[in-house]
């Protein structure tokens, strides 16, 4: 029979720490999925999910059951993923012009490889990455942060006011206006096909 989170968790607690390995190895894709979806970045993702695992490791004594052990873990991961956001559009508005990012990367989304298709099919998903990447970008950090733990983690609506620290009203809020400017701006794109 597999342990329960808070089996594990009360194990964790108790120092234990086969029981936080288990939480580690059960959450850990998930606070990666989610990372990635907010930060648009493997490696930013990757550093994420440590940050997120070594800040609940540092305060497990003071976890309180209110919320899943889940939703705590999700709230620590999108807090220091929009911290990493802020981070670096502080740092991109700092460096000279023409500046290439470190490993001379271009936005994660761009760069996803795809199975060979026609160079019409090319020309268009290029566009639309670019306009899906510049809607997404355009949305406020809480209107992302809802949208993702939404619309692909399938969280409740609970769960993602919980998650941002929202009321149940603000989150869905937050929801309404990224899925309107995401129509907004999209809209061109689909009413083309």
Same mark, same amino acid.
Request: net charge neutral.
């Given at each position: 029979?597999?342990?329960?989170?808070?089996?594990?968790?009360?194990?964790?607690?108790?120092?234990?720490?086969?029981?936080?390995?288990?939480?580690?190895?059960?959450? &850990?894709?998930?606070?990666?999925?989610?990372?990635?979806?907010?930060?648009?970045?493997?490696?930013?993702?990757?550093?994420?999910?440590?940050?997120?695992?070594?800040?609940?490791?540092?305060?497990?004594?003071?976890?309180?059951?209110?919320?899943?052990?889940?939703?705590?873990?999700?709230?620590?991961?999108? @807090?220091?993923?929009?911290? /990493?956001?802020?981070?670096?559009?502080?740092?991109? !508005? @700092?460096? *000279?012009?023409?500046?290439?990012?470190?490993?001379?990367?271009?936005?994660?989304?761009?760069?996803?490889?795809?199975? $060979? *298709?026609?160079?019409?099919?090319?020309?268009?998903?290029?566009? /639309? $990455?670019?306009?899906?990447? &510049?809607?997404?970008?355009?949305?406020? !950090?809480?209107?992302? &942060?809802?949208?993702?733990?939404?619309?692909?983690?399938?969280?409740?609506?609970? !769960?993602?006011?919980?998650?941002?620290?929202?009321?149940?009203?603000?989150?869905?809020?937050?929801?309404?206006?990224?899925?309107?400017?995401?129509?907004?701006?999209?809209? *061109?794109?689909?009413? &083309?096909?």
């Amino acid at each position: 029979m597999e342990e329960t989170d808070a089996a594990a968790l009360a194990r964790a607690k108790a120092g234990d720490k086969d029981g936080f390995r288990l939480l580690v190895e059960r959450h &850990s894709r998930s606070v990666f999925r989610l990372a990635y979806r907010l930060t648009g970045n493997e490696q930013d993702a990757e550093d994420v999910v440590q940050e997120t695992f070594l800040r609940a490791y540092k305060q497990l004594r003071n976890f309180e059951s209110r919320a899943s052990f889940g939703t705590w873990l999700y709230r620590i991961a999108a @807090n220091y993923s929009l911290d /990493l956001i802020r981070a670096r559009k502080r740092h991109q !508005e @700092n460096r *000279p012009a023409g500046y290439a990012d470190v490993n001379g990367e271009a936005d994660a989304l761009l760069s996803i490889p795809a199975p $060979e *298709p026609g160079p019409d099919r090319v020309a268009y998903s290029t566009q /639309l $990455e670019h306009r899906i990447s &510049s809607a997404m970008g355009a949305l406020s !950090e809480q209107e992302r &942060s809802a949208f993702v733990l939404r619309h692909f983690e399938g969280f409740s609506i609970e !769960e993602i006011a919980s998650t941002l620290g929202l009321g149940a009203s603000a989150a869905k809020h937050s929801i309404f206006r990224a899925v309107q400017k995401l129509r907004k701006a999209l809209e *061109p794109a689909v009413s &083309s096909l």
